[in-house]
């Protein structure tokens, strides 16, 4: 479950920002984005955002006046033994199992449809909670009994869009009742023992005085190809006739969870090890509720966040603004602009992102000041570094991470120096401070890591600052940060050659930045970043 095989080969680097077609020249556009096939498609972005820091970068830096937070001691500890039995021993065949929730959330106690496919005559389903039980990482809060199953029907692609679709029977209901707030798993287990996962998030009501976390269903979606499309390639393997909108009914791809396990098992596990309080949701929920963020310590986002929608951004933004730090710990976070659009009962069901073909998306005439391309473009430029910090540059790449600021706080008991490198951190995409785009100032770049993508020279920055409201905001710069938690371990299948020095060191600085953003405010209690960038880039 290695990122490089996750991404398609149509994922290139990130478009210029500002542009509406293809820059020209020899680093045009990705096939991702709309180039024709060839090495175009992995060219790395390097341009200014001529045009749009005007336009994006009123408010990045504006906060609110301090809010008192009342700290909670967060949901009930879950006191249960641990077990390793949450592992899918056998795949079996594509369709030997596999399955789809009717939500991709609900709070306790709110039942959940299941919808199953079987080539066997019978099924159970376990339900898992992920975190830090004594050594395992889940335990089990449910089981179904047999039930009878069947093989449903094939996938149905319907309409421009290419939205597939399984419209399966309803096989069962799962109860929530009594489960607490967190990240599960339910394993379907065939009567001959093939298995298949189905994410599903116990979200919080509130998280006052938590640390929230956010999970990311709607870039699950974007990549997942099951039934033969997703938002970047059709049957046919090609950009042209990718979907346009895909629908969470049906189920993902591969082993059912492979996101959710590679991009965010391992924090999951790691803050629930340290004893925060925890508080968790999805950008889906934050899209259409921010009470939920109100009053938290920390939001975070995780390895690969990349598509949100506008609502989601702008209540994040609000929640930085009041005092809420924010912690992104991969790359690529909040690049694709989405709408989602709800099918039945109000759920969300459809995630729609035309990308280079936004014009065609009957959305843009009922509002224009959101088409769902990347946030960057035209017609409504909003780079996301006015958020993170940081803009995404560019794919592949594999690189050592090299510390910058040693003596920051971040990296206070890691031994590190200036200039230690930690082999293969940096991929498969990376972000990095640019100062020709919108960026919160001051910020400190406290990891500056040179890197060579598609033959071109460039850096991924990890970059810490604080708004005037206090809140302090961090981001990776690298998507293998989540990854780096399990480095050496064996658990992910490859890791991309890191080793355990490299988990030490990355969980060590994920636990600084864990705690000391719980305890409040950053600006607050954690000394103030130290404006390095035009040192760095010369400007």
């Known amino acids: 479950m290695d990122d490089e095989r996750e991404h398609p080969a149509a994922k290139g680097p990130a ?11 020899p680093y045009a556009r990705p096939a991702d984005d709309g180039a024709p096939p060839g090495p175009a498609r992995r060219r790395v972005l390097h341009a200014a955002v001529a045009g749009v820091v005007g336009a994006a970068a009123a408010g990045c830096d504006s906060g609110s006046a301090a809010v008192r937070r009342t700290p909670t001691s967060g949901p009930t500890p879950v006191r249960r033994a641990g077990t390793d039995d949450w592992r899918i021993r056998s795949l079996g065949p594509p369709d ?62 319907s309409g421009s869009t290419r939205t597939v679709t399984a419209g399966w029977e309803r096989g069962l209901d799962v109860p929530t009742d009594g489960w607490p707030e967190g990240a599960y798993l339910l394993l379907l287990t065939s009567d001959d023992g093939h298995q298949r996962y189905v994410p599903l998030v116990v979200r919080s009501a509130v998280a006052t005085g938590r640390t929230l976390i956010m999970h990311a269903p709607a870039t699950w979606q974007a990549y997942n190809d099951w039934g033969g499309y997703s938002l970047y390639n059709g049957r046919d393997g ?111 069901r459809t995630v729609v992102c035309y990308k280079t073909d936004y014009q065609s998306d009957p959305g843009l005439a009922r509002d224009p000041a959101k088409p769902t391309n990347d946030f960057r473009a035209r017609p ?87 708004v005037p409201g206090g809140a302090g905001v961090f981001a990776t710069g690298t998507m ?25 060191f990355v969980t060590k600085v994920t636990e600084n930045l864990l705690t000391g953003f719980a305890a409040g405010r950053a600006a607050a209690s954690r000394p103030a970043p130290r404006a390095n960038v035009s040192r760095l880039y010369g400007t």
């Open 15 to 25: 478009p210029q920002p500002g542009a509406q077609g293809p820059p020209p020249g």
């Open 238 to 348: 090609g950009y042209g006739d990718r979907s346009l909108a895909v629908s969470f009914d049906r189920p993902y791809a591969k082993n059912g969870a492979e996101k959710f396990l590679v991009y965010e098992r391992a924090l999951v596990v790691l803050a629930e090890r340290l004893g925060l309080p925890l508080a968790y949701t999805t950008g889906i929920d934050v899209h259409r509720d921010p009470g939920v963020l109100r009053g938290a310590t920390t939001a975070v986002a995780l390895g690969h966040d990349e598509y949100w929608t506008p609502e989601q951004r702008a209540h994040v933004t609000a929640a930085r603004d009041a005092g809420t730090n924010l912690v992104f710990l991969g790359a690529n976070t909040c690049f694709r602009r989405i709408r989602l659009e709800a099918v039945r009962g109000g759920e969300p």
């Open 96 to 157: 030997a199992i596999e399955g789809y929730a009717d939500r991709v959330s609900v709070r306790p106690g709110e039942r959940v449809g299941l919808y199953v496919s079987t080539t066997a005559p019978g099924f159970r389903v376990a339900a898992y909670r992920v975190g830090w039980y004594g050594g395992s990482q889940a335990t089990r809060v449910w089981t179904s009994p047999r039930t009878a199953g069947h093989r449903q029907p094939g996938p149905r692609t």
């Open 480 to 504: 293998r940060w989540v990854e780096g938690l399990m480095a050496g371990t064996g658990l992910m299948g490859r890791d991309h050659g890191m080793d355990e020095r490299t988990r030490t």
């Open 380 to 466: 409504a430029p909003d780079p996301e570094s006015s958020l993170t910090g940081v803009i995404y540059e560019g794919y592949p790449t594999d690189a050592p991470y090299v510390v910058e600021s040693a003596d920051h706080w971040l990296f206070a008991g890691t031994g590190a120096a200036r200039g230690d490198r930690f082999a293969h951190l940096v991929g498969v995409e990376y972000d990095r401070v640019d100062p020709g785009c919108p960026t919160p100032a001051p910020i400190e770049v406290v990891a500056h890591s040179p890197l060579v993508c598609d033959g071109r020279a460039s850096h991924s920055d990890s970059a810490y600052y604080t």
